[in-house]
Structure formats: C-alpha cells, structure tokens
C-alpha cells in the first residue's frame, strides 16, 4: 500500500483546497435542525455549481469521474475545510450509484440530476422495528394492482432525514411464499403522498434525526421498481456496500479535529504535565492514525476487487469506539463544565452514544469482521 499521492492525485487536492478556500461555508448554525438542514443544502449547491457535489459519479452524471483515491481526498479535504456533510449525502453515497448500476436509461434522466443539487433529498428505508440489522426479515409488503401500481404497506425506523426527503429507496415484500431473500423488490417511493407518515424520534442531544415511517396504502408506479420485481436483495446489497464508501475518510478528518480540540484545550489548563493524561492521549492519538491507515487499506481492497467489501464494517467500528473514547476522555478531562446544557463537548459526548448503533451495530460489525475477514465459523 503506497500512501504517496502521485502528480494528477496532488493536482486535485491542490485544486479543491483551493475551491475550499475560496468558499467559506460561513458559521455553523448550531441548536437550530433546520437552519442546520439548509446550512448543507446551500453549501452542497455551491458543491454542485463547480462540480464537486460528487466527484466519484462518472463525468457523463455530472461527476468528476475521479479515482478511488481522488474521492477519499475530497472527504479528507472537505472534512479539513470545515465543510459539511452535504444534505443529500444518502443520496450522493447510495441512491445515486444504485441507480447508476441497476436503473433504466429513464431513471438515471429523471433521478440523477436533482439528486446532485440537492432539489430532491434522498432517504432509506431498508431498517424496521423487527428487522434492522437483518435486512431480510423484512415484513413490509408491495402488492401490484391491476393497473399496475404497487401498493406498500408497513413500517420503517431510524430513517434519516425522511422528514427533508422527497424520494425514498425502498425494500419490499413482494413475494411471501419466496424464500427470505427472493420475494424482495427495490423501490424508488413518493415521499410526498398521504400515504406516507414521517414521526420524528427525538434523541438525547434533542435532535430530531432520524424518523420512523408508517405507509399505509403508498403507491408506487412500476417505473419506480429499480432492478427487477424480485431482485430486491441484489440491489440492497449494491446500497449496502457503497454505504459507508468514502466516509471513513470524513469521519476519521473529523475524529482528528475532536482529538485535537481535546489536547489543545488540555494543554492550555496544563492537564498534559500529568503523565496518566499524556499516555491516554498517546493512545488516543495511535488509535486515530490506525483508523486513518485503516480506512486507505479498505480502498486499496477495493481498487484490487473492484467494489466495497466487508473491511468497511472494521473502519466503522473503529471511528464508533474511538469516538467514544474521545468524547468520554474530554468529559473526564474537563469536568461538570464539559456537560453543561447547550455546550460542544455536552453535545460531542451525547451524540456519541449512537455512532455503535447506527450504520450498523457494533455487535454486527464483528460479526462481519470475524466471519468475512478474518475467516471464522459463523456464529450460531
């Protein structure tokens, strides 16, 4: 693994730190969800405008058509920048190279586009309440009328941003007599119809992030199957294995940047003098520089094979633990005045609880790590 940019691959990062420099996303609005939301929806636009929305899409989508190694560097650089997240990210990351992969000539006209400016935000509904991390137990159903609408009923949990979405890539039931992995079909739903109801949860931090879903009689024409009536579980697992693609590199940048708040913040009260601080902050920091290399291993996987693989789950599980570590340490640290009401590090040690839940549990992710990396039996 060679970890030293070549001429075009320094060209890039050199014109986007640039492109970054040039564009202040402005101050981060902060207790707010939806001037937050419309803080990355503008600033994904101005992504958009120069053609940095979605680097790794082909050019003929819009995309830059850059590299595996050229999109980790947009992630590390728009991380670096202070930038955020664009709004649209689940569609950028998955709907997008899904229906690149699986959608008709029509499809890839009609969705692509609004996807990469942010007209239409993107959500998933794969999770419910009995089946989240397997996928397969799934019990919402899609029965085809006459006309040939589908017709959904059923319920989806831990959607995010559904309450800003308006369109929803959506696993279904259609066959109850098939196999658990058979009767599945991928769809492309309205969210905008009466019978789609989004029901915020509220978390600890007081955000509302993600929602359940609870459609009951949605329609869905059949242009909005995407691969196939009954090939649904082929066209997840595309979803699935483009999910966490490059955002290893964001998060591992942003980890970086709240390890570094901490030292900072410790050395200024002169909390480093004590040895037991300096050696948890050493390993803290060996922990960071781990899930960096780590993360450019998987993309060198994935320049071998030719598509994401499982060490994706390893590089998750590393920034959820780490995280933790982080926010948890800062706590210690600083005392009472890391957890006052409405201050960073409240928000940093709170928000942290979920990294091991969402995107897939910790307890999975080992699960996948033992069992398709490291080669073990599969747990009974």
């Not at 979605?54 to 003929?60: F, G, I, L, N, S």
Request: glycine content about 10%.
């Amino acid at each position: 693994m060679d970890l030293t940019f070549n001429a075009r691959e320094l060209a890039f990062r050199d014109e986007l730190r640039a492109w970054f420099a040039e564009h202040d996303p402005g101050e981060e609005p902060l207790h707010d969800e939806d001037l937050h939301y419309a803080w990355r929806r503008d600033f994904q636009r101005r992504l958009a405008e120069s053609g940095w929305a979605a680097v790794h899409w082909p050019r003929e989508y819009g995309g830059r058509g850059a590299t595996l190694t050229e999109s980790a560097i947009f992630f590390e650089e728009l991380g670096r920048s202070g930038a955020p997240l664009p709004a649209n990210v689940l569609g950028l990351l998955l709907a997008g190279p899904t229906i690149m992969t699986w959608g008709t000539p029509a499809q890839k006209e009609r969705y692509l586009g609004p996807i990469l400016t942010a007209e239409e935000i993107w959500c998933q509904g794969f999770s419910e309440p009995d089946a989240g991390s397997d996928l397969a137990s799934l019990k919402t159903r899609a029965v085809r009328e006459d006309g040939g609408d589908w017709v959904l009923t059923g319920q989806k949990v831990w959607t995010s941003g559904a309450q800003y979405s308006k369109w929803c890539m959506l696993v279904a039931r259609t066959d109850p007599e098939a196999p658990r992995h058979k009767g599945l079909t991928y769809f492309l739903m309205d969210m905008e119809q009466d019978g789609v109801q989004v029901r915020p949860l509220r978390q600890i931090t007081g955000e509302r992030e993600f929602n359940e879903l609870f459609i009951d009689g949605a329609r869905v024409p059949d242009e909005g199957v995407l691969g196939g009536v009954g090939n649904g579980w082929k066209v997840a697992l595309t979803t699935l294995m483009n999910e966490r693609a490059g955002l290893a590199f964001f998060l591992q940048v942003r980890l970086r940047q709240t390890l570094d708040r901490v030292i900072a913040e410790a050395a200024a009260e002169g909390l480093l003098e004590d040895p037991l601080v300096a050696d948890r902050v050493g390993e803290l920091h060996l922990k960071a520089e781990v899930l960096r290399l780590t993360a450019y291993r998987g993309l060198t996987a994935v320049e071998k094979y030719g598509q994401p693989g499982p060490e994706g789950s390893l590089t998750k599980w590393m920034w959820s633990d780490t995280n933790q570590q982080v926010t948890q340490f800062a706590a210690e640290l600083f005392g009472p005045r890391a957890l006052e009401a409405g201050g960073r590090w409240a928000y940093e040690v709170l928000r942290a609880r979920g990294n091991s839940i969402e995107g897939g549990t910790t307890e999975v992710l080992k699960n996948i790590v033992a069992e398709r990396v490291l080669g073990l039996p599969r747990a009974r």
